[in-house]
């Protein structure tokens, strides 16, 4: 039996340790990708807020090799290993992820991904940054906005992509939107990518039973694929679409967990009365000790004996 | 107790004979002080380590963060279990019409309110900041089974007094004429005590009726504090304290630890008041009964605490019986369980253990055991916590008492014998007007009165 147990526990550690020596592979097409912008005080500034809402949690403070306990453990963001990876290697991994470290790329945009690496590198005294040559696109539009509408006899959300070109407004065609419902641990895919027509129209197909907020609100959010082309381009839209879900605070109602105050009534009754019926005897007790002391003999008369 | 009672015992001859055995040690006597002396000097150098708990905080004891609840809490359950015996006795034996119970059961009570007395302060040794004590009641949730054992504790200790207390009465209206020998403040004493008893029919009638009151009182209160500190445990989720029966094993866990304290109480009695002629061999012969009797059940509670997490084996029991039974603890777990109650079983089936003396080592032995039966209870589980140990020096991790919180756990040991010190000699231990009704009544016809 205890032979057993040891040959199932080697082969779970031996399976344990190969995987934590693979490698993770970054695509070489991926490998030489650059920023597009070039890392600032600034960046780095807004990078240090995402790693800590974003990665903090498992991969500790930079430098200080707190890491989480998993396998593959994560890697502390100021060691040489980490910092052995390219521009888009870093990007890669961040983006997709790998068990255990989850994909950021519904959480993050390109550009706060380019952020928080911006802040990584910050720990590499060596490091020099090499920032993507500016690439001209076709379409060469400026200031792009994304706009939000519900089809409500469609059940479906449109988006309008327009930017400025040679000072005039004018819709965005064939460019990839995507959007997404914010949820509590990022943001959920909507229907899946889509292209905008010429008239830069595109249109989701919104699910019926997306729960929202109390009164049905939904925070939407859309973004174009390519920032490299559009630059940061999203928007943030609240819509009454979702079912509206009424979630009580646990503290709300009568329950053990909640203060005094909020005793359930049974323990409030049963408690209640059991100590005032034990005391009310004990007080009765003390109250016919008086009783005793008065039902005895008056002086002029004699003793019993 | 019958709620009549014949005083012609009042007139019989035999009550002087009687009174005077029984009073003869009240009072203050040379050997008295040098005990009181030993005992006070002893509780200063403990209350003196307390001073350094005050100050220093928790630290200075082998608390930490995985054993919080150590040798404090373990001996709040010793003295909450000690305590319970006085309803054994009085109550349950008592009213079901054993007559052999009537001399001790004044031991037993006295036994009853120096534990629970103690009890309390034992609790607040428990805590590094005390002043905060009356946040117990400013903030408590009646949720809490914390403020539930607050409440049973309380209640608990005033009925034992009280019952302690009525029953003492009609013995202090006897003795306050016959202890002339004692101090002045003592006889005055005796005389507010005694609240104008006279023996008036009228008076035993409402005594009586107040002491079954107090007897039927006692017993779901008595029950209650012990389950309620078992459910300080038992509530949580964590391995070996997660069991359904925590209740009724703590509840016969106490009448073991109780009786046995009853007859260590008893041997010293009999032999220092030289009252061989009260506590009889017969009473030890009895208490030797008893303490099989309650010893079995106490097995049987045991075999069920241990067979049926050892037959399912979950993962965290399984690590925690591992540690009871041939790891870490295993040692003390089964000297506890043998020499506490497998040996005690054995051989006090046989008449010759159930002398008084013999009875008294095994007594002894068991409560002792029975202290650290508790220990084994609180310490080996949080040992054994569900998340992982880490981040902490590997000296955290293990539970090691230090001499401060051994000191303070043996002042609160010293306390308790203190009041039944001094209960033992400023006032009858054993009950005049019970036995002596008991003596005249059955060997003379009297008419009631």
């Known amino acids: ?164 070109k040679d000072k005039i407004e004018q819709p965005v065609a064939g460019a990839e939107v995507k959007l997404f419902a914010k949820r509590y641990f990022g943001n959920l895919l909507i229907d899946e990518a889509r292209n905008t027509d010429a008239q830069g129209q595109v249109l989701f197909n919104f699910p019926k039973d997306l729960p929202g907020d109390s009164t049905g609100y939904v925070q939407l959010l859309a973004r174009l694929s390519d920032e490299e082309a559009y630059g940061e381009s999203k928007s943030e839209t609240t819509l009454q679409i979702g079912v509206p879900t009424y979630k009580p605070p646990l503290n709300e ?31 009765y007790v003390l109250f016919q000790i008086r009783a005793i002391s008065k039902s005895g003999l008056s002086k002029d008369q004699d003793t019993i004996d | 107790m019958s ?109 009853a309110v120096a534990f629970a007395a103690i009890a309390g302060l034992v609790i607040v040794s428990d805590m590094g900041r005390p002043e905060r004590l009356p946040y117990v009641f400013m903030y408590g949730r009646i949720q809490s089974p914390i403020l539930w054992d607050v409440t049973v504790v309380t209640t608990y200790l005033v009925l034992s007094t009280l019952l302690y207390f009525i029953p003492l009465i009609p013995d202090l209206a006897i003795s306050k004429g016959r202890i002339g020998h004692t101090p002045k403040w003592l006889q005055s004493t005796y005389e507010t005590l005694s609240v104008k008893w006279d023996h008036t029919p009228k008076q035993y009638q409402i005594l009586l009726k107040l002491v079954r009151i107090l007897l039927i009182l006692i017993i779901p209160t008595a029950f209650a504090i012990h389950t309620v500190t078992s459910w300080l445990f038992a509530v949580t989720t964590r391995p070996g304290w997660d069991s359904t029966i925590f209740g009724p094993y703590f509840l016969t866990g106490a009448f073991v630890a109780g009786s046995a304290a009853v007859v260590i109480m008893m041997y010293f009695v009999r032999t220092n008041y030289k009252l061989e002629k009260y506590l009889t061999d017969y009473h030890f012969d009895m208490m030797g009964k008893l303490i099989v009797l309650v010893s079995i059940v106490y097995l049987y509670f045991n075999i069920n605490e241990f067979l049926i997490p050892a037959y399912k084996l979950k993962t965290a029991e399984a690590i925690h019986l591992q540690e009871l039974f041939v790891g870490e603890h295993a040692f003390l777990f089964w000297t506890v369980q043998l020499s506490g109650l497998i040996l005690p079983i054995i051989l006090l089936l046989f008449k010759f253990f159930r002398k008084p003396f013999p009875i008294f080592i095994i007594g002894t032995v068991m409560l002792i055991a029975s202290w650290f039966k508790r220990l084994l209870i609180v310490v080996p589980t949080q040992e054994n916590p569900f998340l992982p140990r880490q981040f902490v020096p590997d000296a955290w991790m293990v539970y090691q008492p230090t001499i401060v919180e051994t000191a303070i756990t043996m002042g609160t040991i010293l306390m308790a014998v203190m009041i039944i010190t001094v209960l033992v000699k400023f006032f009858p231990v054993i009950p005049i007007w019970e036995v002596a009704e008991e003596e005249c009544h059955t060997n003379n016809d009297q008419p009631k009165v």
């Open chain 2, 3 to 111: 709620s009549e009672i014949n005083t012609g015992f009042l007139k019989d001859k035999r009550l002087d004979t009687i009174a005077a055995d029984i009073l003869r040690p009240v009072g203050i006597t040379q050997g008295f002080l040098v005990w009181m002396a030993f005992l006070s000097i002893s509780l200063a150098g403990c209350i003196y380590a307390y001073y350094i708990q005050c100050d220093k905080g928790l630290i200075v004891t082998g608390l930490r963060d995985y054993v919080s609840w150590g040798m404090y809490i373990a001996n709040f359950v010793f003295f909450v279990a000690t305590s319970l015996v006085g309803m054994l006795i009085s109550s349950v034996l008592g009213m079901i019409g054993f007559k052999w119970v009537k001399p001790i059961a004044r031991i037993a009570e006295i036994i």
């Open chain 1, 1 to 164: 039996m205890k032979k057993r147990y040891l040959s199932l526990l080697l082969i779970f550690v031996i399976t344990l340790r190969l995987s934590a020596q693979q490698e993770w592979i970054v695509p070489a097409e991926n490998l030489s990708k650059l920023s597009t912008f070039a890392f600032s005080d600034s960046t780095r500034k807004a990078g240090m807020n995402l790693y800590i809402t974003n990665c903090k949690s498992c991969h500790g403070d930079p430098g200080k090799n707190n890491v989480i306990k998993l396998v593959p453990p994560p890697v502390d963001p100021a060691s040489d290993r980490m910092q052995a990876n390219t521009d888009g290697g870093m990007y890669f991994k961040i983006s997709q992820g790998r068990m255990p470290m989850p994909t950021f790329k519904n959480i993050l945009s390109p550009t706060d991904v380019w952020v928080v690496i911006s802040y990584l590198r910050s720990f590499n005294p060596k490091y020099a940054q090499e920032v993507a040559p500016k690439v001209l696109t076709g379409a060469m539009v400026q200031n792009v906005k994304i706009h939000l509408n519900w089809l409500k006899e469609k059940d479906q959300v449109q988006a309008v992509v327009s930017g400025t």
């Open chain 1, 253 to 283: 109602q009568r329950a053990m967990w909640n203060v005094v105050q909020k005793t359930p009534i049974w323990l409030l009754l049963s408690y209640t009365f059991t100590v005032l019926a034990v005391w009310a005897f004990i007080f």
